[in-house]
């Protein structure tokens, strides 16, 4: 049997586990376990600029894969560094493992230097938590954070490893456990049956049903399951902002995506649905808008694998718990195998009414003669890229138009920080995907406020060359807050305009990569069709929107689903 | 509504702060809180009282299982159940006081643990409306102190909550 030491057995385990790339910083009391990658070349380390970067890029490879993350920190600030990247994964279910540096065993408690209780300041943050107590304990725990990260609801597991846990000085067996097995965890593996044939009963009863679909489907790895369902029942299909893509956007069954920034049509379909089959999606306040006014003629089926969604902001008439993607194919063989229909008049009917208010709004916007407007930069890279690119958004108003312009038709390509909303998340997850996908394009979308929240990792797309683009929607505010400042502030910007913008062309020239600025509106698909035929570079396109742009429809506070702005001057 | 509901838990370090911290981080209330290893030393059993609405009772056992090292857990108040809490408090016992003090502990089944010129210390053994009712009838004037153990909890009848 060989003896390894405990960094040499946790970089061991990394490499058993599957894990080919790690995300980090060094520092003091991660050294053994640096030590221990340099001595081997099987687990790939990058090397961010700043440890939040490194949280996000796994975090970016997570959502783009469904395999979970990896990142590595020192102690202290570089544990707490993390913690945005923790939380933001920790929102979106994203399965990753953090891996922090601690002081050793003896000082710890002592305010010892780069000392922070990692353990309870990532708490309310992570699925778990752990710490290492001895050396030989350190392949089953990473065995063990692994299996957490990625099984049930997924999410971020943190372990502490103390730095003596690593010294090189001892040594001991090595053995990579098979499976693990915990007495209190044990995610539910199948749905209820008498749950799932009541449900289906429902659905084929239903005269006005709608299917809304959340990031669940796309975590599950159930989108085939879901389109085949859908298809099968001919019934309208809305997903939330976590769910893009996990419905193929430009499918005339599909209505867009719903709630605060939905489609005119979507909330309007959800408000005078019969019946709503929530399919892994948590009812988020982004979505609902006014829990009381909600949906008031609907019946609810809530599939979920977590229990805790289910019933948590708004009641489920049929919880189902389970993986979404054996519940829909249970789903899907009922459905075949009834004698029920659909009723075809209804739902024809339904179809009439869902079209007419598709007539009425759909996605539209005001073009310009003069300035380039957000939304057309959108869809001119959404034709560049044929619709096929890994999309990364930042937080705010560029946010919302990607969203509502990039037609997603596959699944694990939109790539936003949904719950936390974590300015800074785009250009790092962006890179975490690009490394693992280099022939594939991956677009940033972002805004001059959220880029330069990261802006350092420009440096490290040059030490790894990752050539992604970088679409800087920059409307010179902090959009998203004006939006609001305008809208119930009596357009007070209190201190939402950015002053003393960089020159991002030469920021991005002096990290050594392609800057284009666009401020003319015939230069937009010219000079966007150049950058994107530089494939080995990384291209910062800095392109100049209109400055008073709003996003819409936006719902009304405390409103029903219903209840919409659609421009400046029309409210329904 | 009051409930009582009980946690087996992995008697690990971390894992008591980790009920704790859902607790505040959720919003939930705790009234009390009792905590220790049972007859299985990896086990902890922990007790806590706690305050809502059914739904966000709910809540707070579906959020209680999704904690990792939660093996087990139930709502004693669903059922018929035996709720049990300790109380010292020490009291001012002089003068005509000292036999009416007496009487009154006599008459609630508690016991002087200990004794000086002026002081009697009560040891009491109920559940908290008990607790409650003496402290009342002794008036809170000649109480000097107080140290409740929070509140321990058992099903009726052939129900155990184990492994």
Known sequence: ?572 | MRRIISVLLENEPGALSRVVGLFSQRNYNIETLTVAPTEDPTLSRLTVTTTGSDKVIEQITKQLNKLIEVVKLVDLTEGAHIERELMLIKLKATGAQRAEIKRTVDIFRGQIVDVTSAIYTVQLVGDSDKLDAFIQAVGTGGVLEVVRSGVSGIARGEKVLSL
């Open chain 1, 1 to 572: 049997m060989e003896l390894l030491s405990g960094a040499d057995m946790l970089i061991r385990s990394l490499e058993d586990e599957g894990v080919e790339y790690i995300y980090g910083y060094p520092g003091g009391a991660a050294l053994h376990i640096y030590d221990a990658l340099f001595r081997q070349d099987k687990v790939k380390h990058i090397l961010v600029r700043h440890e939040q970067a490194a949280v996000h890029m796994a975090d970016g490879y997570a959502r783009a894969t469904g395999k979970p993350g990896t990142v590595l920190v020192t102690s202290g600030p570089g544990a707490t560094n993390t913690i945005t990247g923790i939380a933001t994964a920790f929102m979106d279910s994203i399965p990753m493992v953090v891996l922090c540096g601690q002081v050793m065993t003896h000082l710890i408690g002592e305010d010892a230097f780069q000392e922070t209780d990692m353990i309870g300041v990532s708490r309310p943050v992570v699925k778990h938590n752990m710490s290492v107590r001895h050396p030989s304990e350190i392949p089953e725990i990473i065995r063990k954070a692994y299996y957490i990260a990625s099984t049930g609801r997924p999410g971020p597991v943190v372990v502490d490893i103390p730095k003596d846990m690593t010294t090189p000085n001892e040594r001991y067996e090595y053995h990579f456990p098979a499976k693990v097995k915990l007495r209190s965890y044990n995610p539910v593996v199948r749905g209820h049956a008498g749950q799932i044939k009541k449900a289906v009963d429902m659905l084929l009863a239903a005269k006005r049903p709608m299917i809304y679909a959340g990031g669940g489907v796309i975590l599950g790895k159930a989108s085939d399951q879901l389109r085949e369902l859908v298809q099968m029942l001919g019934y309208p299909i809305t997903n939330t902002l976590m769910g893009i893509g996990c419905y193929p956007a430009t499918d005339k069954q599909h209505l867009g995506w719903l709630g605060m920034h939905g489609t005119y049509e979507s909330n309007m379909a959800m408000h005078h649905a019969d019946l709503i089959l929530a399919i892994g999606a948590r009812f988020d306040d982004r979505v609902t808008n006014a829990t009381e006014k909600f949906c008031p003629g609907a019946r609810i089926i809530h599939i979920d694998i977590d229990p805790a969604s289910i019933s948590k902001t708004i009641e489920a008439d049929v919880p189902i718990v389970g993986p979404v993607d054996s519940v829909l194919k249970e789903m899907i063989s009922l459905v075949k195998e009834a004698k029920a229909k659909p009723d075809a008049g209804a739902l024809a009917a339904w179809w009439k009414q869902i079209d007419e208010w598709r007539a009425f709004h759909g996605m539209r916007y005001q073009t310009s003669d003069d300035v380039i407007k957000p939304q057309e930069v959108v869809e001119a890279v959404w034709r560049i890229t044929q619709g096929d690119a890994f999309v990364t958004s930042d937080v705010g108003q560029h946010q919302m138009f990607a969203a509502q312009y990039y037609k997603f038709d596959k699944p694990n390509r939109w790539i936003n920080s949904g719950g936390l909303g974590t300015m800074g998340f785009g250009l790092p997850a962006a890179m975490g995907i690009k490394l693992n996908f280099p022939e594939e394009e991956v677009v940033c979308f972002t805004g001059e406020g959220s880029i330069q929240m990261n802006i350092q990792e420009l440096s490290t797309c040059k030490q790894y060359n990752l050539p992604v683009k970088i679409v800087n929607l920059n409307n010179q505010a902090l959009g998203m807050v004006k939006q609001w400042q305008d809208m119930n502030y009596e357009a007070r910007h209190s201190q939402s305009y950015m002053e003393s913008l960089p020159d991002f062309i030469k920021l991005a020239e002096a990290y050594g990569h392609v800057g284009i600025r666009i401020d003319r509106k015939e230069d937009l698909e010219p000079k966007l069709r150049e950058a994107f035929a530089m494939k080995d570079k990384l291209v910062f396109l800095d392109i100049y929107v209109d400055r008073f742009e709003h996003v819409y429809p936006m719902q009304v506070p405390r409103g029903a689903m219903k209840d919409m702005w659609l421009s400046k001057t029309e409210r329904v």
